[in-house]
């Protein structure tokens, strides 16, 4: 089954303990991408990357690090988690041509205490 | 600022009818629009889309209406049924590079 998948589904962490998300997906999807959901403000994207090593900035990238050392991998890190990193967090992959869909993971509910 | 706005939060239709929902972006060089839906804890997925060629496009009962000198979007579901209750988010194709979201719009289909 194709799909995007995300662990963990649920964390609660502390301030300043860094942690990593971790994103797979088996389509052989070139592009890969992290956003964040916040009410009010929909999704915005954080990082994507358009190849393995290839990686740019999205919207809101200040406190994320990420790296894309596979095709099917793309970890969202984050060194010193804040409050204001608590939120909802997507991956999503697309495949190259002129495939504009993306397909999303479940999401990671981030807690940051 | 928010480059795709999406004005309503929330939307309810009564089932059968037609439910319309609005987007407006700000970049006219914008190339290709996309509607995502998101089920609760679920991930968004993928609806419909509209190149900026074209200014309907169709599927099954989705339709999308993009008028580029106004720079709005428009997605239209009839007939509306229940399980199309769900929140929509309108989306940008930036060039395939980066991807914009709206706020999306909560749309509750009445039995």
């Known amino acids: 089954e194709a799909q995007v998948t995300q662990n963990p589904r649920y964390l609660i962490t502390v301030t300043g303990k860094k942690l990593t998300v971790t994103c797979s997906q088996n389509m052989n999807h070139e592009y890969m991408s992290w956003y964040r959901q916040d009410p009010g403000l929909g999704l915005r994207q954080i990082y994507y990357s358009m190849n393995v090593e290839v990686t740019d900035k999205g919207d809101v990238p200040e406190g994320y690090k990420v790296s894309r050392k596979e095709k099917r991998n793309f970890p969202l890190i984050l060194e010193s988690p804040s409050p204001n990193q608590t939120s909802l967090y997507f991956c999503?992959?697309?495949?190259?041509?002129?495939?504009?869909?993306?397909?999303f993971g479940p999401g990671t509910r981030l807690t940051v205490t | 600022d928010q480059q795709v706005k999406q004005n309503s939060p929330s939307l309810s239709v009564q089932e059968g009818r037609i439910s319309i929902l609005n987007c407006d972006y700000t970049?006219?060089?914008?190339?290709?629009f996309l509607w995502y839906k998101k089920y609760p804890a679920e991930g968004p997925t993928f609806l419909i889309s509209i190149s900026s060629i074209k200014d309907k496009n169709e599927d099954g009962r989705f339709t999308v209406f993009l008028n580029k000198s106004a720079k709005h979007l428009s997605l239209h579901i009839v007939p509306s049924q229940p399980g199309d209750s769900a929140v929509y988010f309108c989306a940008v194709d930036n060039y395939g590079q980066n991807f914009v979201f709206g706020p999306g719009t909560r749309l509750s289909v009445l039995p």
């Open positions: 970049n006219s060089m914008f190339d290709y």
């Open positions: 999503a992959s697309r495949g190259g041509g002129s495939s504009y869909e993306q397909y």
